[in-house]
């Protein structure tokens, strides 16, 4: 048991553990993001084939208790191995998939309503990826080696984000993480996402998606050539904050903004001098309008921006006739039924999560750091051992006790990690096999060269 010396209380005094019987009277408490165990979860139908490998991959370092498959009952379960007294032990979460894969989770931890919600990032498996995008976690994942995407989550700052309540008529309020839009643009969307639906078959990977939608974005060229879209001043009324906004004839689809990237990438805003920066923790939406299919080109071409209307906290949207409308990439035709006057449609501020932003601006271009870099405290394998990866699930809470999960015992889970420590370390890495699956420490780095040190870490308070 000499590796485990140095085992911290969660009030912060240092506790030497010199025999088993005192693992039964450590008690967990609150620690610092980077530490506690990853909580990983696949969707394996994302990105064709990527998402199989990367549960494969991840069941290989992290083990069956940390990585669960989300088309085998969604991410309650996995989640509730790690709720104790209606609190989330110290963890983190890594959603494998499209954008709706984190906004799942965010759904099911608000319905669990439990305390101390973990934070999580992002590995991108869908097309449009929008999430991922602007938390720096990339465009798309491409088989970067698992040693980077973890050495990302190492580094990670975790930050505020901001979530809405989308509510339309009299139905439930719906979570909006990303944006809301409606009008031209959304139409395209919605013909895409029937196709999808009916041959699914033809829309497994991101450049074949992509061509179709370019497909149909030329047959809604064509009906904005032809005059067949309608104008949005002619069937909705726009209110931000309990003040009506004036829009322009020429405004045929309008977009309501909590992150920057939109449809895959398309840098939709641009803040005008008398606006306050875009920023997805300031609890502000902002609100804008395309000019058609043209527009759109325009600024998926990184040559144009939405038009901007205004910011807001509250937006409510009153809607005369059917028009298609989307909430973070998930399209519906909304009907307006002959009897009514209209359908309304309101945006208010839900809540702040907490998400990991990657330290870089994709994953990759951080080298695989030191070896013998040191994890924030000291190392739980005891100061002459190799810094351990935070992400191993060490123990399990069970009646306020430090105990093992099922059929593993403190001395084989400190193995697995030094194991699949050496096994990161020789993949990112290039080391030989020098490194032995046993645990032996690493070559210290030279004199002259400087150890890294690991950033600084945005802390939100619970």
């Given amino acids: 048991m000499k590796h485990l010396k140095g085992l911290f209380h969660g009030d912060g005094d240092k506790e030497k553990v010199d025999s088993p019987k005192n693992l039964d009277h450590f008690k967990v408490g609150k620690a610092p993001h980077n530490l506690g165990p990853l909580i990983v979860f696949v969707n394996p139908k994302s990105g064709g084939n990527q998402g199989h490998q990367v549960k494969k991959?991840?069941?290989?370092?992290?083990?069956?208790?940390?990585?669960?498959?989300?088309?085998?009952?969604?991410p309650e379960p996995g989640l509730r191995k790690y709720v104790k007294d209606g609190q989330f032990v110290p963890c983190r979460v890594l959603a494998c998939g499209g954008d709706g894969t984190p906004g799942w989770i965010l759904t099911v931890m608000d319905t669990m309503k439990c305390g101390n919600e973990p934070p999580i990032a992002v590995l991108p498996l869908g097309t449009g990826n929008?999430?991922?995008?602007?938390?720096?976690?990339?465009?798309?994942?491409?088989?970067?080696?698992?040693?980077?995407?973890?050495?990302?989550?190492?580094?990670?700052?975790?930050?505020?984000?901001?979530?809405?309540?989308?509510?339309v008529g009299d139905t439930e309020g719906r979570p909006l993480n990303n944006y809301f839009s409606m009008g031209v643009d959304t139409d395209i969307l919605l013909r895409f996402h029937e196709a999808r639906q009916k041959n699914p078959e033809k829309f497994n990977n991101r450049e074949m998606n992509k061509m179709h939608y370019i497909k149909f974005s030329m047959s809604e060229f064509v009906d904005d050539v032809k005059g067949r879209n309608t104008p949005l001043p002619q069937c909705c009324t726009v209110w931000a904050d309990g003040k009506a906004q004036a829009l322009p004839q020429e405004a045929l689809g309008?977009?309501?903004?909590?992150?920057?990237?939109?449809?895959?990438?398309?840098?939709?805003?641009?803040?005008?001098?008398?606006?306050?920066?875009?920023?997805?923790s300031?609890?502000?939406l902002e609100i804008g309008y395309v000019?058609?299919?043209?527009?759109?080109?325009?600024?998926?071409?990184?040559l144009s921006h939405a038009i901007p209307i205004c910011q807001c906290k509250h937006l409510k949207i009153s809607v005369t006739e059917d028009l298609a409308m989307q909430v973070d990439g998930e399209p519906w035709l909304q009907k307006v039924p002959p009897s009514s006057v209209g359908i309304d449609v309101e945006i208010s501020h839900l809540k702040q999560n907490r998400m990991m932003q990657h330290v870089d601006s994709k994953i990759g271009d951080r080298a695989v750091r030191d070896a013998a870099a040191p994890v924030r405290g000291r190392s739980i394998l005891g100061p002459?051992?190799?810094a351990p990866l935070p992400f191993m699930d060490h123990t399990r809470m069970h009646t306020g006790k430090r105990t093992c999960l099922p059929g593993r015992t403190v001395d084989g889970m400190a193995a697995q990690e030094r194991n699949a420590h050496n096994r990161l370390q020789h993949r990112g890495s290039g080391l030989g096999k020098g490194s032995s699956a046993g645990g032996a420490p690493p070559a210290r780095p030279s004199q002259g060269r400087a150890r890294q040190s690991v950033p600084p870490v945005r802390q939100l308070a619970h």
């Fill in 57 to 74: 991959d991840m069941l290989e370092l992290l083990g069956p208790e940390q990585v669960f498959d989300l088309t085998e009952g969604g």
């Fill in 130 to 167: 929008d999430i991922s995008r602007v938390l720096g976690w990339g465009p798309g994942y491409k088989g970067e080696p698992m040693s980077e995407v973890m050495r990302g989550l190492y580094t990670a700052h975790v930050v505020p984000f901001d979530r809405w309540s989308c509510r």
């Fill in 254 to 280: 309008l977009m309501v903004l909590n992150i920057q990237s939109y449809g895959g990438g398309a840098k939709m805003w641009q803040s005008p001098s008398d606006m306050l920066p875009q920023s997805f």
């Fill in 282 to 284: 300031d609890e502000m």
């Fill in 291 to 302: 000019k058609g299919t043209k527009h759109m080109a325009e600024i998926q071409s990184g």
């Fill in 384 to 386: 002459r051992s190799i």
